[in-house]
């Protein structure tokens, strides 16, 4: 996630959606006390040290950034970033113990992939992989 340099990040009011449980996930449980008990708010630049946002740009470089970011996320394996973005959220969801399971599921399955495959290739041949999404 991105952010423009001048904005600022924080706890409006109590809402019983879950905004509790993932912020204290987000960003650890004294930083979340502090932002929920005090109304606080987060510059972008410490919104990034917390580690909600992973990058800070000026407003007038924050779209060219993303688009960049864009790019080179649609540059890889379809299957490869779905099955990532599953683990990482999953991890917000799951013990440990159950994330590493599921993260070595997803691993097993990308085997049956003809991006896997690719990705190795091109690897070993230091190229550039030419995925097909399959």
Known sequence: MLSIDDSFWGWVTFKGSGGTQRL???I???KAMEMILTGDRLS???AQQAGLVSKVYPVDQVV????????????????????AKEAVNGSQELTLS???HFE???FYSSFATNDRK???KAFTEKR???FTNS
Do not use: D, F, P, Y
């Open 24 to 26: 204290t996930r987000a």
């Open 28 to 30: 650890g449980k004294s």
């Open 44 to 46: 972008a630049h410490e």
């Open 64 to 83: 060219e950034e993303a688009v960049k970011l864009g790019e080179k996320i649609a540059g890889l394996s379809q299957i490869a970033v779905a099955m």
């Open 98 to 100: 159950q994330g590493c």
């Open 104 to 106: 070595k599921l997803l």
């Open 118 to 120: 690719e990705g190795m």
């Open 128 to 130: 550039k992989a030419n």
